[in-house]
Every structure is written in C-alpha cells, then in structure tokens.
C-alpha cells in the first residue's frame, strides 16, 4: 500500500472514530440531562409530599384540639382526601426512580 493510500486509510478510520466518539459523547449528555430532570421533577415531588404531611398533621392537631375523637379524627374526609395525594405522589416518585435506575443500568 502507498504512502497516500495508507494516509487517506488513517484519515478515514481516524474520521470514523472521531464520530463514534462524537455520537458516545451526545448519547452520554442526553442521559445526564435526563437524569438532572428527573431529579428536579424528585425534588418538586419531595416539596410536595412535605407540604401535604404538614396540612396533614395540622389538619388533625386543629380537629383534635377542637375536641374531635381520635376516631373522628381518623376518618375525616379532608384527611383521607391528602392521605390519598400523598400515596399518588409516592407512587409517581417510586416511578421516576425506577425510571432513572433504568438509565443508569444502561450505561
């Protein structure tokens, strides 16, 4: 093989290469930007569940100091109505980190 015939061969495969390692690189930074929202859309989900525990135990504490029974307490719509979001909200996070463990395990 010439001089230029190999030279034009390190070119193509070094060209080649610099593709491939081009291609790896974006497909790397397009997870990580996933990952990163996911994580926010975590952190958002966290807020929430921490505000829905506190109106939560406010809700029972004004009932409770009100004189209502622990029983009434137990069952009151409002409470059953949060303690529902709350178990929805649990959900969608659990989901998300499976989400993220997938993509993790990809790499």
């Known amino acids: 093989m010439g001089f230029l015939q190999q030279l034009k061969h390190d070119l193509r495969t ?3 290469t610099l593709r491939l390692g ?5 497909g790397r930074a397009l997870e990580e930007t996933e990952l990163l929202r996911m994580r926010l859309e975590i952190r958002k989900l966290d807020q929430q569940l ?3 525990y506190k109106d939560i135990g406010e809700r029972a504490v004004d009932m409770k100091e009100r004189g209502e029974t622990a029983e009434r307490v137990m069952y ?6 949060l303690v529902r979001e709350v178990q929805v909200l649990k ?3 659990k989901k ?3 989400e993220m463990d997938e993509i993790r395990n990809e790499q």
């Not at 081009?22 to 974006?26: E, H, N, R």
């Not at 009151?76 to 109505?81: F, H, L, Q, T, V």
């Open 14 to 16: 070094g060209l080649a």
């Open 22 to 26: 081009t291609a790896q690189a974006a």
């Open 50 to 52: 921490s505000d829905l």
């Open 76 to 81: 009151d719509a409002e409470i059953g109505r």
């Open 91 to 93: 959900e969608s996070r």
């Open 96 to 98: 998300l980190e499976a």
